[in-house]
């Protein structure tokens, strides 16, 4: 049983991580208002996609809405591209 | 106990003694529930909580130093943690070395910034994000007459109060998009331990309008109804509470 309840844990982390890119990326899409397609994982938010600290602010509210988390305001300044993003929610989920 | 500040949570600084306490107090009897800072005495601190006891109201103290950045952030978990929200910050903690400028020494100068200003960013940025996410929030900081039209012997004071007046209208529109109103409440002389040893008392009082000082109670009034939905199109503005002495 206890074998069980580890794999079952797994699977669910799982069908987090693997959803996570597609939800956050719409996520920024629709709070910076441009298509999907423009948010390469390394696209700098600030520089290339015209993120304000508001636009930031806006980002993780709606994440830790979507993922039932807590992310620390210290994390407003880390949020800079679509994978540092993906990390910084990942890192989070993994703790809870 | 009244309704203006039905369920509301509200954080006020230096709330031990003055306009600070009067402002916890009418606070309190308007429904709120209230965490207020203190520096010194515990004891003041506890008399008050238990006042407030009797009141039937809730409120919590906590020993902090707004000059610190890493206290104003622990002040609002603390009040997160206990009351669950954060609707009102009230930004009054202040203090006064009056010297003429030639004798003002540096320390004097940098003592009352880092309180009297410094400490107002400290907590405004603390409290900001928690009002932000919520959508909703009202900030008031306490300035002065003296940073309106400055008064002399105060150059420090002075400055401090005056630029509470810029951060107010700076925030007031940069967060009123996010539901959140800030505004400043000024007032003039006011009979509290800061003007208790005044020299010359009649000379000042001989400038204003209604003949008297004020009492703490007569600006903690105007403090909740700023905090109330009643002022919920008011926001960047300077209430000056002052008996006629800077129209």
Known sequence: ?96 | MGNLLKDKVALVTGGTRGIGRAIVFDLVQNGAKVLFTYLQSDESAGIILDEIKELKGEAEAIKADVRLYDDAKRVVEETLSKFGRLDILVNNAGIVKDKALMLMDPADWAEVINTNLTGYFNMSKASIVTMMKAKQGVIVNISSVAGVVGTARQVNYSSAKAGIIGLTKSLAKEVGPYGIRVNAVAPGYIETDMTKDLKQKDDFIKKIPFGRFGKPEEVANVVSFLASDDAKYITGQVVKVDGGLAI
Do not use: H
């Open chain 1, 1 to 96: 049983m206890g074998a069980w309840r580890y794999e079952r844990g797994d699977l669910m982390s799982a069908m987090i991580t693997d959803n996570i890119d597609k939800v956050i990326r719409a996520i920024v899409a629709e709070i910076l208002e441009i298509e999907e397609d423009k948010i390469t994982p390394d696209a700098n938010f600030v520089g290339e996609l015209g993120m304000d600290s508001m636009m930031a602010l806006e980002i993780l509210a709606s994440l830790e809405k979507k993922y039932k988390i807590k992310i620390p305001e210290e994390y407003l300044t880390k949020v800079t591209s679509l994978q540092d993003t993906i990390n910084i929610v990942k890192k989070i989920v993994e703790k809870d």
